[in-house]
């Protein structure tokens, strides 16, 4: 992480500064834009690669009226007390995305703050964006979002009781309650996830049941060779691949068979 370096250099933590709600939400609350991944998951992340702390600015309508020197003033200057900062090239800051790295770096200069602008990062010569990635997964590409993530994306969720569907017919599922992140198109997943430091396959279903004429979306998760209690216990998934997506089978026979062969994909998958 470039920023634990240069914190290294000048003898102070490293502190990631995150927002929430996404400023869109803020602005145009009737635009749907589902984020990436909650605040405690981004959290977490951050701090599993190097961050000594992880300071999340409540953002509101006055933040987002803040001038580009005024931002810089209260928040980098007065709030942080910032001593060096690292930010990628097409950084934006202030009301209307008006500052730039170029005016950050003349603020900076005059406030005695060390600025490190990393070179952007590229895959397949374009770069790596939350805009190409949610379109990844708003595709349901999960491998190729993986690819620009440098990890599989995930959902984690609180496990609640379904319909008991799932265990009649021989593969019992832990539902999880959809959480405001992108969850991919409906279809079948490959996908895993941890069980006491146990790697489990896990076959996801998104989606309604179209054989069973159920209309409300969910996520349903069969973990492969496990038999456990998990209801309202927190499952973190991740997705690995796409598998195919769903159908309107003529009996629960066939739906069955679908269901072995969707396991059967998902072991050759995950290993």
Same mark, same amino acid.
């Given at each position: 992480?470039? *920023?634990?370096?240069?914190?290294?250099?000048?003898?102070?933590?490293?502190?990631?500064?995150?927002?929430?709600?996404?400023?869109?939400?803020?602005?145009?609350?009737?635009?749907?834009?589902?984020?990436?991944?909650?605040?405690?998951?981004?959290?977490?992340? +951050?701090?599993?690669?190097?961050?000594?702390?992880?300071?999340?600015?409540?953002?509101?309508?006055?933040?987002?009226?803040?001038?580009? !020197?005024?931002?810089?003033?209260?928040?980098?200057?007065?709030?942080?007390?910032?001593?060096?900062?690292? !930010?990628?090239?097409?950084?934006?800051?202030?009301?209307?995305?008006?500052?730039?790295?170029?005016?950050?770096?003349?603020?900076?200069?005059?406030?005695?703050?060390?600025?490190?602008?990393?070179?952007?990062?590229?895959?397949?010569?374009?770069?790596?964006?939350?805009?190409?990635?949610?379109?990844?997964?708003?595709?349901?590409?999960?491998?190729? *979002?993986?690819? +620009?993530?440098?990890?599989?994306?995930?959902?984690?969720?609180?496990?609640?009781?379904?319909?008991?569907?799932?265990?009649? +017919?021989?593969?019992?599922?832990?539902? +999880?309650?959809?959480?405001?992140?992108?969850?991919?198109?409906?279809?079948?997943?490959?996908?895993?996830?941890?069980?006491?430091?146990?790697?489990?396959?896990?076959?996801?279903?998104?989606?309604?049941?179209?054989?069973?004429?159920?209309? !409300?979306?969910?996520?349903?998760?069969?973990?492969?060779?496990?038999?456990?209690?998990?209801?309202?216990?927190?499952?973190?998934?991740?997705?690995?691949?796409?598998?195919?997506?769903?159908?309107?089978?003529?009996?629960?026979?066939?739906?069955?068979?679908?269901?072995?062969?969707?396991?059967?994909?998902?072991?050759?998958?995950?290993?």
């Amino acid at each position: 992480m470039c *920023a634990r370096r240069v914190a290294q250099k000048l003898s102070a933590p490293t502190v990631i500064v995150t927002f929430d709600p996404h400023p869109v939400k803020v602005l145009r609350p009737e635009v749907k834009l589902p984020v990436l991944t909650q605040i405690a998951d981004r959290s977490r992340l +951050l701090r599993q690669h190097g961050a000594d702390a992880v300071i999340v600015l409540p953002v509101s309508r006055d933040l987002l009226s803040m001038g580009p !020197e005024d931002f810089f003033d209260s928040v980098v200057v007065d709030q942080l007390q910032a001593r060096g900062m690292v !930010e990628g090239p097409d950084f934006r800051f202030g009301r209307d995305r008006a500052g730039d790295t170029a005016m950050l770096k003349a603020l900076c200069s005059s406030s005695g703050i060390e600025l490190t602008v990393i070179a952007e990062i590229t895959e397949t010569s374009a770069m790596i964006s939350s805009s190409r990635i949610r379109k990844q997964i708003s595709s349901g590409d999960v491998s190729g *979002a993986a690819q +620009l993530l440098g990890r599989a994306p995930f959902v984690s969720g609180t496990v609640v009781r379904g319909d008991g569907r799932g265990r009649d +017919l021989g593969y019992p599922t832990a539902n +999880l309650q959809i959480p405001d992140v992108l969850i991919p198109p409906d279809g079948v997943y490959a996908g895993r996830t941890l069980i006491d430091e146990r790697v489990v396959s896990v076959a996801i279903s998104v989606g309604s049941n179209p054989t069973f004429d159920t209309q !409300e979306r969910r996520i349903e998760c069969h973990l492969i060779d496990f038999d456990g209690d998990l209801y309202d216990q927190s499952l973190q998934v991740e997705w690995v691949d796409r598998i195919r997506g769903l159908s309107r089978f003529k009996s629960v026979q066939e739906l069955k068979q679908a269901i072995a062969q969707d396991v059967e994909t998902c072991r050759r998958i995950v290993k």
